[in-house]
């Protein structure tokens, strides 16, 4: 009896000792470590954390309802389109049936498709693959791999297992037969594609997953500029950020509490040479401004920017009831400001000399509380 307590007493503390060890390996806030191996519990944080959340987002193998991770990215993210693929067609329809139920469902679209037979006809700024890759052939992953981030305009997020399990087949778990493992992601292979390992988790199951990041564009911190993927030097400013800094671009907002790169109020100007600037980026900002304000805007725009620079702007449409807006704007305000539409719906003695912009993209969206537009517009001179 004695032996046995002592067994169990031994047990007890093993369990204790092992416990205290994983937990010593967790990554805690505000402390930065070499090798970030965590409990899974702690996955969901960190992976919102890394990932960008506005703009575009595409997620290949999103999977079906019982599958949280697209819930909560989509959740706390503020993307205006958000793309979901998955090979099973059991995901996508309770997918569809889900973003129907949604007030905001017309930013939701699913493909029903391979992921090695996805043809896109548009770029992301947010591309995510969870536990894709592995149940692909390595040179079918590879070829995706490549296929997926020269559609990738901001950052591409891949999660995949440390271990392959040549007897997985969650054929009678999820009634889906594409679960089979087929090859084996590891660090080197990623490395050699430019990704970096952003942290690893352990399952309860006893085997690990890495996830890792790619990046477009570094912001250099001596000049501020990025650089394209060819390598040439390119300029490109985030006006507003927030607590959304991207990177690859000068992130400028007035209140220094978001740590910007600069802090700037841009109505007093911006510290850059004319035509030098080649793209700037506005995103939830402009109906902030009131009306000679944004004409105002829109001229220190237009002379910052190179010929063909590009103005990204991001604005809800219409009334919108948020007591911080000033102003409230569809398409055909900015027409009315470029010129863009007909003659008479510009004024010269309210709207000054035309400032030549013109649209190259336009796009509406919605999101739980508005309607959006974006649009895109191309300086002429």
């Known amino acids: 009896m004695n032996k046995n307590n002592k067994l169990l007493r031994l047990k007890r503390a093993s369990v204790r000792a092992l416990n205290d060890a994983i937990k010593s390996l967790i990554l805690l806030p505000g402390i930065k470590q070499k090798n970030k191996i965590i409990h899974r519990s702690k996955r969901v944080p960190l992976l919102i954390k890394n990932i960008k959340r506005c703009g575009t987002l595409l997620d290949v193998g999103c999977g079906g309802i019982e599958h949280t991770t697209f819930d909560l990215v989509c959740a706390t993210g503020n993307y205006h389109l958000i793309v979901g693929v998955d090979a099973h067609k059991r995901n996508i329809d309770e997918r569809k049936i889900w973003a129907a139920s949604r007030r905001d469902n017309s930013r939701y679209r699913f493909i029903n498709t391979k992921a090695q037979d996805l043809r896109l006809d ?11 890759l592995e149940h692909l052939t390595l040179n079918e992953s590879k070829k995706l791999i490549d296929y997926l981030w020269k559609s990738c305009s901001e950052q591409m997020i891949i999660e995949t297992p440390d271990q392959f399990e040549s007897g997985r087949n969650a054929v009678n778990e999820y009634k889906n037969p594409y679960q089979k493992h087929k090859c084996l992601i590891d660090q080197k292979l990623m490395s050699g594609k430019g990704f970096k390992k952003i942290f690893t988790y352990f399952q309860e199951s006893g085997y690990s997953n890495s996830v890792y990041k790619r990046d477009r564009g570094i912001v250099s911190d001596s000049s501020m500029t990025a650089k394209k993927p060819d390598g040439r030097s390119m300029k490109k400013i985030n006006i507003g950020c927030g607590p959304y800094k991207l990177d690859g671009y000068i992130n400028i907002d007035k209140n220094s509490i978001w740590k910007p790169d600069k802090v700037l109020d841009v109505r007093e100007g911006l510290t850059y040479p004319n035509n030098s600037v080649d793209e700037i980026r506005a995103w939830h900002f402009i ?12 001229a220190l725009c237009y002379k910052k920017l190179k010929k063909r620079g590009k103005l990204d702007l991001l604005f809800p449409v219409g009334i919108t009831y948020d007591l911080d807006h000033k102003s409230f704007l569809d398409k055909r305000s900015f027409d009315q400001v470029t010129g863009s539409g007909s003659e008479d719906s510009r004024d010269e003695y309210c709207f000054g ?11 509406r969206s919605r999101n739980k509380f508005c309607k959006m537009l974006r649009l895109i517009l191309e300086v002429k001179k």
């Not at 109906?287 to 829109?298: G, M, N, Q, R, V």
């Open 122 to 132: 548009q770029t992301f700024d947010v591309i995510f693959l969870s536990h894709v």
């Open 287 to 298: 109906e902030h401004l009131d009306k000679d304000e944004i004409i105002s805007f829109l």
């Open 353 to 363: 000399p035309r400032i030549a912009f013109r649209i190259i993209s336009e796009e």
